[in-house]
């Protein structure tokens, strides 16, 4: 009887095919989920503002006309046309590209000397604190350090006059011949930090026994840095020399608190640039196309940028 009753008893109800589809679509949609909250701050705080500044950038008057008219690319025209725009592009490059250069030249010395074991522990120690220094400061703290070091009665000055290397007090920053080379000079100490710290991470990594069979192998101290160290820092070179190339494109704080984009735009970089457009003269357009420009500069570094790490 009780087999009867058993085989007379519904069977339990399956999961249909439509609710089977559902759970794994909900499934697929659980990670964007987690994204959401992070994709819309970068929407609102990102991409909106890029798309308001290309559009004042077809615009004219943008913001200071109620009723601004669509000017396609006269902006941009307007732009290029000014001998301004040209000599602060020209020195931005200058300026970026001294400095990154000599960002990894300093930043591979002192990670050299940090990561050698010909120096006392101890005095590594001291070194190490003493080279990370620079990226203790802000950019405020190191705008007005070297305005005092550079003053034409600072200690620069005092010192080079009591070697005999200057005979007279050079105005660093009021001079159109040294001031763009004397804030390159303030940028280079304030960033060769970054390199430091990544590549002494790099050379931290590189495995000793590559030295051990090069030295077997009769390689001297020169080869070995060539034919070994290079090679093996070349990924971290790369993408640091290209992350380097995009931000200090971008300064803006150190040239603005040291020279101000002068004297006579002996100092001024493209961010200097338009920052006096819009809010010395207020031609929002105008400005807000100087800054697509930089904007595409940097995106076509950023694209090579990209690019090497999905080769890595």
Known sequence: MNRSI????????????????SYKTLRKLVPYLYVTPATLLLVLLMLFPMAMVLRYSLMDGAIMKRDAAFAGLQNYITIFQNPVFWQSLYQT????????????VLGLAFALLLNTNRVNPTIRS????????PWLFTAVI?????????DPNGVVNSVLMTLHIINFKVEWFSSTSTAIHALTFANIWAGYPLFMVSLLAGLQGISKELYEAAGID??????KFWYITIPQLMPIIISISLLDFIWTMQVFPLVWMTTGGGPIYAT???STFTYKLAFAQYEFSLASASAIVILIISMSVTYFYIKHQQRR
């Open 6 to 21: 058993t085989a007379l008893a519904p069977a339990p109800p399956k999961a249909g095919k439509k609710g089977r589809l």
């Open 93 to 104: 490059l200058y300026f970026t590209i001294m400095s990154v250069v000599f960002h990894f």
């Open 126 to 133: 001291i070194l190490r604190v003493l080279f990370i220094l």
């Open 142 to 150: 190191i705008a007005i350090i070297w305005r005092l070091l550079l």
């Open 218 to 223: 009769g390689a001297n101290e020169l080869q």
């Open 268 to 270: 001024e970089m493209l």
